[in-house]
């Protein structure tokens, strides 16, 4: 079971990504939610993106509705991929095209 929780996590410097990058709260998650948990809880916490945190708690990135749902739309999609799959093809050049 996955839980979500909602109050701060340490996050240092924020991608530009977030609407608000000075802002460190609002929905985080860990890297072994699936895509579409992480859709579902963006659209009932009605936010755009998700901070991922590591197993430390610790801020390691974000993931963005748009992000999400080309990956979700993309030919090569399964339900088993992961937040942690989303962030190493986000740092592949290219990958996002490539999975339509």
């Known amino acids: 079971m996955t839980l979500v929780q909602t ?4 996050v240092g410097t924020l ?3 977030l609407a608000d990058p000075g802002d460190g709260s609002g929905p985080r998650v ?3 939610m699936t895509v579409e948990v992480a859709l579902a809880v963006m659209a009932g916490a009605r936010v755009g993106s998700l901070l991922v945190c590591d197993e430390d708690d ?5 993931v963005t509705e748009a992000q ?11 339900d088993r991929i992961r937040l942690r799959d989303v962030l190493r093809l986000r740092r592949a050049p290219g990958a996002f095209a490539l999975s339509r």
């Open 30 to 32: 860990g890297s072994d």
């Open 58 to 62: 610790q801020h390691t990135d974000s």
């Open 68 to 78: 999400l749902t080309m990956v979700r739309d993309g030919s090569a999609y399964t």
């Open 15 to 17: 991608p530009a990504v």
């Open 7 to 10: 109050q701060p996590c340490s």
